[in-house]
């Protein structure tokens, strides 16, 4: 039991230390400025480890609905950031790219809006590159997470607290649930006018 | 518990390495969690797939082990 938290964890919590570190170097001001002059690349989720677990526990049938149900999410999402989002340009990579992602190895990573590789696309500028999630986003007023979308460094890093960065689902009353393009109009806009508050 | 929530992600770490009984891990989106018995209640490390780094570190209760059921195999023989 010991081994199998130390392999995971040991080797990884020097990453989150440093990395946490690096997030706090830039200000709010110097963050909101790279990310209008750089690039937002948004993780698109591919459940392939949940979908490869109900495959060999024989649930085919529930494997594909997974599929299914998750490729119209990630159209969804990419229909309301082409059709809401103008803050600064997106790009859209799968979930099991992160590491290439975080490794700024953008070689043949970025997908088209036929969710296929397209090795033509990719990012101008390497230094000002900021992820977003959609998906569980983790609250540290609350110490819990919650759905919605939040905008992390390029090492996967969440950024100073007093930016707006985290745009809540609402999940749990109905009435004020929020979609996936009421979430990113949302996001927009308060990065827009966070960005001009200082500039 | 309430104390556990105020820690910072290093301190809860800490705990869990020290204190933490591993229970069992499961997937949830492209999350893959693992769930640790502290002392007297249930906590769980949650990191993204794809990427060897821990994201939070939050405590829970008993309804999350429903989650973790399609992911356990019995082996009983009779």
Redesign the interface.
Known sequence: ?KT???N??V???L???S?TSYAQIKSPAEHIKAMKNGTLLV?L??????IL?MEV?GQQERADKTFKKQLEKNKAIMTSFKNTFDFAPVLYFF?????KV?NKNFNEVFINEDFKIDPNLNVKDTSNIYIIDV??V?FRR????MKGIVILDDQ?NPLPDEMPVIVRKRDAIALFRRSYPDMIVELNQNLTEFYNEYY | MAKFSKLSTSEKYKLVKNKGHYVASRYHGSFHIHLYRVEDFLTEVWTRVGLNQICWIEETDHKVLDSYADHVKLNISF
């Open positions: 039991m199998h938290f130390t995971l964890i080797s990884v919590l990453l989150i230390f990395g993780r989720h591919t459940k392939e480890n949940s677990m526990q979930s099991y790219d992160s590491e975080k998906g569980e983790y609350f110490g819990s997470h996967f």
